[in-house]
């Protein structure tokens, strides 16, 4: 072999790599250009749900009677582009009202939950502007992973959400990351299969962290506290202005016991149901019909505003 044969292969060869460097450096940019966008993407997506979404389950019934409603996610209201300005611009008027209306609302209530005595207290401001004025004291049951301490702003809403352990909450609100507020759980998406031996723990430690209610407080906290409303977490002996409410022990009520007998919905067997207690002499028949709790405050519901989205999804995070 001559030495200009050497050289060339020597050329060639030197080619050769420098092709492959090149073609592997691609790649590497590629696949870091596919990593950045994906994570991106991803970012948007939980800033959009403001929680720490983990995985999702589709919904396997797949009818909208059974699928899970959200309320008021960021950019449910924003418009598409429109040719006509002056639709645009009633649009945007509309857009701005609407975001003036959601801070107002908002500010109406302060949420402060009691972690030692297991209470939730709802504040209205005074003639200053401070959140002085107890309006409603509800029985609750924290959990191990509720936050101990901060202010946390509510976010989306739920008719019905699926939390961990394959179980179901009633008018759920999110507090902060899969921290949220929802009724005792029940074992389907159904009022009659209702966990009563959890029910029977309120105003104890008993969640994995999100704060149970009975329904009637899931419901009024879900009808009046609009998105955006503040809530607080701290801990002392004393429940708070309103005391500790107490809530009734269905465990031998076994006929009705898989509803929560605060469920306002008309199918609620407690609302006819007799419970009898015997004597030495005789049985009498008591009534254990729930009664409507007494409230001068005016129940205002105020996230009329809010856009609703009907999704197929399941989270396994809510605890």
Known sequence: MTKEQKKKNIKKKKMIIIAGFAILL?????????????FTQKSKELDKEEGNILYYSENKKGDDENNVLVVGLEGDNQTNENNNTNEVNQSNKSDEGSKTTDKTNSEQYYIKINNQANVVTIYKKDSNGKYTVPVKA??????????????????DKYTWRLLQGDVYGQYACRITGHILFH???YEKQDKSTLEWWEYDKL??????GCIRLKV?????????CAKGTQVEFYSDENPGPLGKPSAQKIS???AVRNWDPTDPDKNNPWKSYKKETKTNNDTKETNTEPTEEKNN???EVTN???TTNVINEKEYNEI
């Open 297 to 299: 405050t005016k129940n």
């Open 183 to 185: 009724s005792v759980p």
């Open 138 to 155: 509800m029985i609750c049951s924290i959990g191990t992973a509720t936050p101990e301490s901060g202010v946390y702003k509510m976010s």
């Open 26 to 38: 691609l790649l590497i940019l590629a696949i870091i250009g596919a990593t950045v966008y994906y």
């Open 203 to 208: 105003g104890t430690k008993a969640s994995l």
């Open 216 to 224: 009637e407080d899931a419901k009024w906290i879900y009808d009046n």
């Open 252 to 254: 031998d009520d076994e």
């Open 304 to 306: 009329k505003n809010s």
